[in-house]
């Protein structure tokens, strides 16, 4: 079976009924005050053309200290941090516009953001050898708050052991003890400060509190198949069942806009310009001096006297490298860029989370199904948006595990996601419409694929998408992991706590056991988890794969360093929203010169 859009659709669908409740209201809603460039001064620029903050009483200027390209979640991160200092000037610019869809911050609505591809840039990668030839949909937010403002909003950040590897690599300043600090700096978790959890950062952080049967079942499952039980995956232990973390504030999304960016932007050393994409970088001899950008139509440039800092993500910072004349110069030539930096890493070392589920079709329904008759996910969805509250305040998933596929892996290889509503899932009303059958799914990934794929441009058109290989299972060790993980997901759903809520396995179908079986699923339905990174490598000068210095300067080129997912140098275990927010936290210290945290003792 091909999973497509549609099935998406039907899976979550959420149809015209709450369509209805629109953003005019959102900053009441939210108790943010934006202010807007162009009203406050008088401009005839539309207001969601630009909207930003510019020092009172001057005209915008057009020269900052820093110029942040994107504001997704490492950029409004490091938007933050740099304007706490009150004597420098922060420039951030976003390709997108205002977060004013309301999908985006009821949390139930994030499958619709995903089906209908909302406020997001519309890549797909090339057609996919490993998974049966299809392009594979490669999501990524294009509004403020980039891909933290779209995602599904679990709160991971990996296993220690991923860290420590990078450590090995040569990153010492990358190991768990290093990072750990930024990880407690970045969030406030909702049982308090520990020696793993923060107690006081922007990014609000909560188990889920969505209230099915399934998610202890899944739980008790896992332990009855032999797994451990983990109380906090985020942790002393991530291995094991547990319940699912979310970037959840007050019922609604805390995206890295809403955490970070707007309250940065109450600063006056902050200024935010939208609907700019950035299509150049501006040097100088060896230096980056600042930034070509197009803003309705108009070509425009800004300077920067200190540092430009790419945080477009994993598809659009290699881009704009590449763009500039920093890249493998034979792909450059062949384009008839001028080849500034010879950095043939630029673009390379994709890697992403690929996955398969296993989906059940339930005895009895479940509580979302009661609350899918129309009129009362109307009233839902009104009250998570308006008021916090309801069932539509939380994905429908609360479980989660990080498991071993065998005793001999070294660190947990597979993440099992259950995601309790079905493939059929749709508002229903009688007479007008029949209700579904209800159903879950167990979601399986291979977090540590072997598998690399690239980012290449197309055209030297900076308004072009460049080309997206992935490259999933192209090993043999990945697809053997990836059979192993749907057979993980498999057992877990045949033990007892489970069993007594399914009714029958729908896909891959009870006696699809073979390799062969698995692996035509897989083909058929296999999709991202939406975890690209490592385009723009960090590692050492000497290593000629590497992009970015430990300290994230792009190498041979001054005054330019990449903040954002690109530049981690493999995939860690687990979802990666966290770790780019920590990345960018650890990254403002390292701009602005400031000794680092005192590395963890635990
Ligand atoms: C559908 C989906 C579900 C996900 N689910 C989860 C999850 O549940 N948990 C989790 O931890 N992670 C999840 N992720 C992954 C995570 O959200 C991303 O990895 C992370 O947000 C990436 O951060 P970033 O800063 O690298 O890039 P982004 O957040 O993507 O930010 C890049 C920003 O730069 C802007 N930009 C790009 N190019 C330009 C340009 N030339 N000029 C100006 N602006 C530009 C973009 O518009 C964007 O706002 C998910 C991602 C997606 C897409």
């Known amino acids: ?278 299509t150049r970088l501006v040097t100088q001899g060896n230096r980056v001096t600042g930034v070509e950008y197009i803003r309705a139509g108009v070509k425009r440039s800004a300077a920067a006297e200190n540092e430009v800092i790419l945080c477009g993500g994993v598809i659009n910072s290699p881009h704009l490298l590449n763009l500039s004349g920093i890249g493998d110069p034979d792909d450059l030539r062949s384009l008839d860029i001028d080849v500034k930096v010879p950095l043939r890493g630029v673009g390379k070392n994709l890697q992403d989370h690929l996955s398969a589920a296993v989906t059940y079709l339930r005895k009895e329904p479940g509580p979302l199904h009661k609350n899918m008759r129309l009129d009362r996910i109307a009233s839902e969805l009104g009250n998570a948006y308006f008021f916090g509250k309801g069932i539509a305040t939380d994905l429908p998933s609360g479980g989660m595990a990080f498991l071993k596929s065998n005793p001999d892996e070294k660190l947990p290889d597979v993440q099992l996601i259950p995601i309790s509503a079905p493939m059929t899932a749709a508002p229903y009303l009688a007479p007008f419409r029949k209700s579904y059958d209800d159903g879950f799914a167990i979601r399986a990934a291979v977090l540590r694929p072997e598998s690399r794929g690239y980012v290449r441009l197309k055209t030297a058109d900076p308004t072009q998408a460049p080309m997206i290989v992935q490259n999933f299972l192209a090993t043999d060790k990945d697809r053997r992991a990836m059979r192993a993980a749907v057979r993980i997901a498999r057992d877990v759903g045949r033990q007892k706590p489970l069993e007594s809520l399914i009714a029958k396995e729908l896909a891959p179908t009870a006696n699809a056991y073979s390799d062969a079986d698995i692996d035509a699923h897989v083909d058929a339905t296999g999709i991202s988890v939406h975890h690209p990174l490592g385009t723009c490598k960090m590692g050492h000068a000497s290593d000629p794969t590497a992009v970015v210095t430990p300290d994230l300067h792009v190498i041979g080129i001054e005054r330019l360093r990449v903040v954002d997912a690109s530049v981690m140098p493999d995939l860690i275990g687990g979802n990666i929203n966290a770790p780019v927010i920590m990345i960018a936290e650890k990254a403002a210290d390292m701009i602005q010169g400031r000794a680092p945290l005192a590395p963890a003792r635990v």
């Open 1 to 278: 079976m091909r999973v497509t859009p549609q099935h998406y659709r039907v899976a979550f669908g959420f149809t015209s009924a709450a369509r209805t409740i629109q953003l005019p209201l959102l900053d009441f809603l939210t108790g943010q005050k934006r202010r807007c460039f162009a009203e406050r001064n008088q401009s005839s620029v539309p207001p969601r053309m630009v909207v930003g903050r510019v020092e009172k009483g001057r005209s915008m200027r057009n020269s900052f200290d820093y110029i942040i390209v994107g504001a997704g979640s490492a950029g409004c991160t490091l938007a933050y941090r740099l304007s706490e200092n009150p004597d420098v000037n922060v420039l951030i610019l976003e390709a997108g516009g205002w977060d004013y869809n309301p999908w985006i911050h009821i949390p139930l609505g994030w499958p619709r953001l995903l089906l209908n591809r909302m406020n997001d840039w519309m890549y797909f990668s090339e057609p996919e050898p490993g998974v049966g030839g299809r392009p594979i949909e490669c999501a990524r937010g294009k509004v403020v708050g980039g891909s933290s403002s779209i995602n599904a909003m679990a709160y991971v950040r990996g296993h220690r052991g991923d860290y420590d590897r990078w450590a090995a690599k040569g990153l010492d300043e990358w190991s768990y003890a290093h990072v750990l600090p930024y990880f407690r700096r970045q969030e406030s978790w909702e049982h308090g400060v520990s020696e793993f959890r923060g107690g006081d950062g922007p990014l609000s952080t909560r188990f889920s509190r969505y209230a099915d049967p399934l998610s202890e079942m899944f739980i008790a499952a896992g332990r009855s198949a032999g797994y451990d039980y983990t109380p906090d995956y985020n942790g002393k232990q991530q291995e094991g069942f547990g319940q699912w973390q979310a970037t959840i504030r007050n019922g609604r999304r805390c995206s890295a806009a809403v955490a970070y960016l707007r309250p940065a932007l109450k600063r006056n050393n902050l200024t935010l310009i939208i609907n700019a994409l950035t």
